[in-house]
């Protein structure tokens, strides 16, 4: 009889064993068959043999005519009897078959879950880690590199958002006799385009007074000019009589690499909300914030070299306060003249030339928390890295190797140096005193030795 062609299951485990006899080629195997009484006895020198699936009697001639007829008739029977046997065991193949598919199967698809899921547990726990790691192996890289000269401890601004951005020490330096001039470039400029803007500049000065010029860049500015001086030292050699950067992120700053660094969380949203601040708001670069990240400072130190050996240039960072006091104050950022708002009569004005010039003259601070800020920023690299900064540049970032190195006890934060706080009566020296003693501290070292 046939099998039903539905029983796919045992079709495929019939197939399995079937294949393995294929493999054996011609096995004799000697039967021993007993038939049931109704068929008159047994079968004496009867030999089998399987070969591709099919099966053959061997019966021996010393049998006689009346064994042969019934010999021939109970071996019909007993091909009936294997080729049922045969279609039941071809159901059992057929079903291992099925088994084992569904088993590998099941197996293969497993495997390709478990790694996918394995691929993105470790994604996921890579940008756990970067975004919990941040910037801890990149602070004061600079001072760990081998090739670094030795700084020697002197201890005993370019910018355009904000009007009183230096105003005061370039007052100061005017009442002094001295040509103060504040370089009108973008901060949010890329440190290439401002060295560039930088080097044009310091050429004008010199070439209109015959005279060399003395660099002071805060933050970002004393990267421009180290820029401009590490890309153009041997067309501005002769011209530059010093350098000193002011809590400048020589090396780098966390708080650049912290939010630009590729493959921690949110990542790219948080790129683009800085390109948006940057780019839209500011109307300025992301190159700006890019090139301050330890990457970019790494890449531009090791192929532009700073001419230390040939001049003087001096390392100046501070410690921000993260005292609770602190988050009361106010910085003063900008003034605003009370001439267009106060409500006086039109003939008042035009009466007296003199009253109409006081009022221009009268001005009103614009303040802001800037030092509160400045604070809450210093206390996060204190508790997340260890290291004391300014607010936005560690004190390690800020020293270039081999140059004099001034470390204040003082608590100033970043801003303190361009901004004036509003404080009446102290005793301690201000911005502007400051950075006269910065640069009479580079014409002292250009004397002593370089000349």
């Known amino acids: 009889m046939r099998a039903p062609s539905r029983v796919v299951g045992l079709g495929c485990l019939a197939r399995v064993i079937e294949n393995w006899l294929r493999s054996v080629d011609w096995i004799p195997q000697c039967l021993g068959v007993q038939f049931s009484a109704s068929h008159g006895g047994s079968l004496t020198g009867t030999t089998g043999y399987l070969h591709e699936g099919a099966f053959a009697l061997s019966v021996s001639n010393t049998t006689t005519k009346e064994q042969t007829t019934k010999g021939t008739s109970e071996g019909t029977i007993f091909r009936k009897g294997f080729s049922s046997i045969d279609e039941r065991s071809s159901y059992l193949l057929h079903g291992f078959r099925l088994v084992r598919r569904l088993a590998f199967s099941v197996r293969d698809q497993w495997i390709l879950f478990s790694n996918e899921v394995h691929a993105k547990l470790t994604r996921i726990l890579h940008r756990f880690w970067t975004t919990l790691q941040g910037s801890c192996e990149d602070i004061g890289w600079l001072q760990r590199t081998r090739a670094s000269l030795c700084s020697v401890d002197g201890t005993g601004l370019f910018s355009n958002h904000s009007p009183l951005y230096?105003?005061?020490?370039?007052?100061?330096?005017?009442?002094?006799?001295?040509a103060c001039h504040i370089a009108k470039i973008h901060s949010e400029a890329s440190v290439e385009n401002n060295a560039w803007e930088l080097k044009r500049y310091i050429e004008e000065l010199y070439w209109g007074s015959g005279k060399q010029v003395l660099l002071l860049g805060h933050s970002k500015g004393g990267v421009d000019a180290a820029a401009a001086l590490s890309?153009?030292?041997?067309?501005?050699?002769?011209?530059?009589?010093?350098?000193a950067l002011v809590q400048s992120p020589y090396g780098g700053t966390p708080v650049a690499s912290d939010i630009l660094q590729e493959g921690q969380i949110a990542d790219k949203e948080t790129r683009r909300i800085m390109e948006l601040i940057v780019c839209k708001l500011i109307k300025?670069?992301?190159?700006?914030?890019?090139?301050?990240?330890?990457?970019?400072?790494?890449d531009f130190i090791s192929?532009?070299?700073?001419?230390?050996?040939?001049?003087?240039?001096?390392s100046f960072h501070t410690e921000a306060s993260t005292a609770p006091t602190v988050l009361a104050s106010l910085t003063r950022v900008a003034q605003a003249e009370l001439l267009p708002w106060l409500p006086l009569p039109r003939f008042f004005l035009s009466t007296s030339d003199f009253v109409e010039s006081m009022l221009a003259s009268l001005k009103v601070p614009v303040v802001a928390p800037v030092s509160a800020a400045m604070a809450v920023t210093a206390l996060h690299l204190r508790?997340?890295?260890?290291?004391?900064?300014d607010g936005l540049v560690t004190r390690r970032d800020a020293e270039v190797p081999g140059s004099v190195v001034l470390r204040p006890e003082r608590r100033l934060d970043h801003a303190w140096?361009?901004?004036s706080t509003l404080k009446m009566g102290s005793a301690e020296a201000d911005a502007s005193e400051m950075c006269e003693a910065l640069l009479a501290m580079l014409v002292e070292i250009g004397k002593k030795k370089f000349r």
């Open 166 to 178: 230096f105003t005061n020490t370039k007052r100061f330096f005017s009442k002094m006799g001295l």
């Open 231 to 243: 890309l153009y030292w041997s067309e501005l050699k002769g011209k530059v009589a010093g350098l």
């Open 284 to 298: 300025g670069d992301i190159r700006a914030l890019e090139d301050l990240t330890y990457a970019k400072r790494k």
């Open 303 to 314: 192929k532009h070299k700073l001419p230390i050996d040939e001049l003087p240039i001096i």
């Open 383 to 389: 508790l997340r890295y260890g290291e004391r900064s």
């Open 417 to 419: 140096m361009v901004y």
